[in-house]
């Protein structure tokens, strides 16, 4: 049996941490990682207990380089729906999931690599990485999760990053909007504690109704999201977490004043 091309491990606060691990191979996303990816996401979106999804390439080389261009030789018209719907599923899988998830990223987040970070709610990533989306140099256009980048940095820039297949520097993926926090090399996994933190102190059902309610609102009309946000306040007092907080949250500002 050939050793697995993503691990996942999850620790005592219900936070995973998801490994693409092909290093030698700048993580690039072949069909064996686009299946494992498909997998650990189905496995994590089962369990009750998670709270954060960390997303993160092997190495300081990459997140994930691209697809891997060994399984691109060879495509035709008769099986490239099927490859390309699988690195669909690999990237949904993980925007899917009831949870924050945060990519982590250090090097190149090209083609597969950026629609994987794309397809996250969060990205932190390190002074060294760079972004782009090459495909038009290899002859086919970028697709699948690429129809999320104008919502992420407007209709000029995804333009200009598919059009042109040129790459952008970590500061310029800031300063656009396609990642939230930018991090040393080596402050990078501090970076990923620090948005983590206030993920991990808010209520563990209210984070799974916003993320549901944040997916929703993609494709809804303003009257419609309004009402689904409707919902979904109702649908939390299905538990008792919002009095809870509340009543914990009235207590520390007592205590801050005594």
């Not at 005592?12 to 690039?28: F, Q, Y």
């Not at 699988?86 to 190149?108: K, S, Y």
């Not at 909007?177 to 090399?185: F, H, Q």
């Amino acid at each position: 049996m050939s050793e697995p091309v993503v691990i996942t491990s999850i620790d005592a606060r219900g936070v995973a941490t998801v490994t693409i691990d092909r290093p030698a191979k700048l993580n690039a996303m072949s069909r064996a990682v686009a299946h494992e990816l498909i997998n650990a996401a189905a496995a994590l979106r089962a369990d009750p207990s998670l709270r954060a999804v960390v997303l993160r390439g092997a190495g300081t080389r990459a997140f994930v380089g691209g697809a891997d261009i060994h399984d691109l030789v060879g495509l035709d018209a008769s099986n490239a729906t099927a490859f390309i719907t699988q690195v669909h599923r690999a990237c949904d899988g993980f925007r899917r999931l009831p949870v924050p998830v945060i990519a982590r990223i250090q090097g190149h987040a090209l083609g597969a690599g950026l629609e994987l970070a794309a397809a996250c709610d969060l990205r932190v990533a390190s002074t060294d990485s760079w972004f782009g989306m090459p495909e038009v140099r290899i002859g086919v256009p970028s697709v699948v999760e690429a129809a999320l980048l104008p919502h992420l940095i407007g209709w000029g820039r995804t333009r200009k990053l598919l059009l042109t297949g040129d790459p952008i520097d970590a500061a310029t993926a800031l300063q656009w909007g396609l990642i939230e926090e930018l991090a040393a090399p080596d402050a990078l996994d501090v970076a990923v504690e620090h948005l983590l933190k206030p993920i991990l102190a808010s209520g563990r059902e209210a984070l799974r109704l916003q993320k549901e309610l944040v997916l929703a609102w993609e494709n809804l009309p303003t009257r419609d999201a309004v009402h689904a946000g409707i919902r979904s306040f109702r649908a939390s007092f299905d538990t008792d977490e919002p009095n809870r907080m509340i009543t914990e949250a009235i207590a520390c500002m007592r205590d801050r004043r005594s």
